[in-house]
């Protein structure tokens, strides 16, 4: 790298378990004890955050409840109450707006701030951190992790390294040799399926990759190569977005072997779509507009639309149309498909109006 070059201050702040703890802050009988945010494990509910003590069972953000409870029987199960996460959302983003107004709030609990030139000249990205990180403690009684470095993809896998309650930072001389260490499943974009293709080319970490050259990356992983070459050797010039607004959530799947039942494409569509429902709801957003992905064995993609008479958040009803919009698509002739997604968009704010908020259901 060019010691010459200026460079950017960039922290990625992640709340800790965030809608969890906010239980566990707000009602000291969870606390220690294995808890997930989100819809009853009896339906289609959807675990929108879990607890650090149900995730050392194996429960994760965006699994379907059921599988939750059995992994971990004695799990308690909390409604949300977003109306009270999104207030304190507003009151971790006062914090940080007392030391840049250049703030890209990814989600409720995860945002870049661009510290480059902060409001009150402490001039240290890492000292910018530990005073944020011990504000919203003394102030909110929440714990974040904090990954600072000179570009956002670099900060945001910082965030990550010492969670919960933690923070890491990368400098300028130390980026190239974070990223050639760093397994390559761990990199933003590259999903399961890209990751057992690249171990199957003995493409284990960051530095196997860099031994290819922008044309290789191409030619084996498409367009994404492109990314993979400049990330890889810490390139990233995205800037922090203060107003940047959400215009879709997609999820997508690519299959090791094609499908040809639409059986198994349905039940693909379901795992899809249970993950998008968890995204809703920590952007607390309800979408009008439902479009199906379909990518053939042939390279070929189509793309299929369908848009509601009202906004949804239903898991259900996304699912349906999706199914339908899969089943209208394939019911011509017999196609094999290599890759399914669904993206949401034309969204709409949820509007939460809580008239008990002191009370809690629980599903045991």
Excluded: W
């Amino acid at each position: 790298m060019n010691d010459e070059r200026t460079y950017r201050k960039i922290i990625h702040i992640d709340m800790d378990a965030f809608f969890a703890s906010v239980e566990q802050r707000d009602f000291p009988e969870y606390r220690g004890k294995p808890l997930a945010v989100g819809g009853s494990p009896e339906g289609r509910g959807v675990v929108a955050a879990a607890s650090y003590e149900a995730r050392v069972f194996g429960v994760r953000s965006a699994m379907p409840s059921h599988k939750a409870i059995r992994l971990c029987p004695h799990i308690l199960f909390v409604r949300p109450r977003f109306d009270v996460y999104k207030k304190v959302s507003g009151s971790i983003r006062e914090i940080f707006r007392r030391y840049t107004d250049l703030i890209e709030p990814l989600s409720l609990d995860e945002a870049y701030l661009d510290v480059s030139y902060d409001k009150l000249g402490i001039g240290s990205a890492l000292d910018i951190a530990k005073e944020i990180r011990e504000a919203i403690r003394e102030e909110l009684q929440l714990t974040a992790s904090a990954g600072i470095s000179i570009n956002k993809f670099v900060a945001k896998i910082a965030s990550d390294i010492n969670k919960p309650d933690g923070i890491t930072f990368i400098g300028p001389s130390k980026i190239e040799a974070f990223m050639e260490a760093l397994p390559v499943g761990k990199f933003h974009g590259v999903g399961k399926v890209t990751a057992r293709k690249m171990g199957q080319m003995n493409l284990h970490t960051g530095a196997d990759l860099k031994r290819l050259s922008e044309h290789e990356l191409v030619k084996h992983f498409g367009k994404q190569g492109h990314f993979y070459y400049r990330i890889v050797r810490g390139i990233d010039d995205r800037p922090v977005q203060p107003n940047r607004e959400t215009k879709s959530i997609s999820v997508e799947d690519t299959f090791e072997h094609d499908l040809t039942r639409l059986v198994d494409m349905d039940f693909e569509l379901e795992k899809i779509a249970e993950r998008l429902a968890s995204r809703l709801q920590k952007h607390q957003l309800k979408c009008r507009t439902i479009t199906l992905k379909i990518r053939f064995n042939d390279f070929s993609i189509i793309n299929r639309s369908k848009s509601l008479s009202h906004n949804t958040g239903d898991l259900s009803i996304i699912l349906q149309t999706a199914k339908e919009l899969l089943s209208k698509e394939l019911s011509a002739e017999d196609k094999r498909v290599r890759l399914l997604g669904i993206t949401l968009s034309n969204f709409h704010e949820v509007i939460v109006i809580d008239k008990n908020p002191k009370q809690l259901r629980l599903f045991k």
